[in-house]
């Protein structure tokens, strides 16, 4: 199984509806994000918890929500989804202790909002 | 945290060592160079990072120079799989993200 697993890999759905992307790890790490990547650019962070009471703002977060259900849980929200958030959605993870060894990815979502 | 400026493209010749530079002429005493890469779509994967001293690992080697305002991420002899885009990113230690910019798209021919 994948250390950090991102469901569902593909959604299709329509403008204004609510959709939630769905992130779990088996890393232990306490620290998970979510990231955008739209076509030909780098990735853009959303949102990013330090632990299950902590939720931080990225830098692209309206539009947004979050909910860190326990610490190895970390799901995103779409509350009215509208077609400039077709994109390439990660969740990833890190340690927070002195043995850092850099972020661990998921293999994404792909979503497309018609 | 600290820019980076990296070439948007790159070709390597397979089993040749593959040399991607990145400028980072801000950055500050407490921040470290990360490397990541990402291979088509698939979530970036981590490669390496440093302060001042150079390292290597299993996948590759940094090389950062000795005012800091500059590395270069060596893969030694490249394969067709090190196709992928190449991402510097520099922060501070154990900070809370990692800002991507658009990274250097390296292909491997053989």
């Given amino acids: 199984d994948a250390d950090v697993t991102q469901t569902p890999r593909n959604r299709i759905t329509k403008t204004g509806k609510r959709i ?16 955008r990547q739209d076509p030909g650019l780098g990735l853009r962070l959303i949102y990013y918890s330090f632990d299950v009471k902590d939720i931080n703002k990225g830098e ?5 929500s979050v909910s860190r259900q326990a610490q190895a849980k970390f799901s995103l929200s779409l509350e009215s989804a509208i077609p400039n958030q077709t994109a390439l959605y990660f969740c990833a993870t890190s340690d927070s ?4 060894g850099g972020y661990t990815f998921g293999s994404g979502t792909r979503l497309t909002v018609v | ?45 981590y490669i390496i990072h440093g302060l001042k001293n150079n390292e290597t690992n299993e996948m590759a080697s940094l090389i950062i120079t000795e005012d800091r305002k500059s590395s270069t991420l060596i ?11 190449y991402y510097c990113i520099v922060r501070v230690y154990n900070t809370d993200k990692l800002i991507f910019g658009t990274g250097t798209r390296l292909q491997v021919f053989p």
């Fill in chain 1, 20 to 35: 939630m992307l769905e992130c779990s790890q088996t890393k232990g790490h306490d620290r998970m994000y979510w990231y």
């Fill in chain 1, 60 to 64: 692209i977060s309206d539009g947004y």
């Fill in chain 1, 97 to 100: 202790g002195t043995a850092f």
């Fill in chain 2, 1 to 45: 945290d600290a820019k980076t400026t990296q070439p948007p493209s790159m070709d390597c010749a397979e089993g040749r060592a593959a040399n991607l530079p990145c400028n980072h002429s801000t950055i500050s005493g407490n921040e470290y160079v990360y490397w990541y890469r990402q291979i088509h779509s698939q979530g970036p994967q």
């Fill in chain 2, 75 to 85: 893969l030694p002899h490249a394969t067709l799989r090190d196709t992928a885009v």
